[in-house]
């Protein structure tokens, strides 16, 4: 995972509210749909977005096995993060030094 995968991923508006949703943890595809007020399919194009840029993982449960739980990666925030914060220093010296 790359931050430039990561913020790419979260380049979408839709894609931010999920992750924003996932933070406060775990929910179901069709919970995520609801509270985004968007159609299944339409929600899974944006899951697989995340999922294959590492934002999000998700698990099968055990009592049903088609019902997928999708959790936030916090690791892919910290990558993120990291980057931005080398950038705001880059600034930071930049501004201080010039």
């Known amino acids: 995972m790359t931050a430039g995968t990561v913020i790419e991923a979260l380049s ?3 894609r931010r509210q999920i992750v924003t949703l996932l933070s406060g943890g775990p929910k ?3 919970e995520l749909a609801a509270e985004v007020g968007m159609s299944a399919p339409a929600m899974s194009r944006h899951l ?3 999922l294959s840029a590492l ?3 998700d698990e099968r449960l055990d009592q049903d096995a088609r019902a997928r739980v999708f959790r936030l990666r916090p ?3 910290v990558t993120a993060r990291r980057w931005l914060d080398g950038l705001l220093s880059a600034l930071a010296e930049e ?3 010039g």
């Open 95 to 97: 501004h201080i030094g």
């Open 12 to 14: 979408d508006p839709t």
């Open 48 to 50: 697989r977005v995340l």
């Open 75 to 77: 690791d892919s925030i």
């Open 28 to 30: 179901r595809a069709g």
């Open 55 to 57: 934002v999000i993982t």
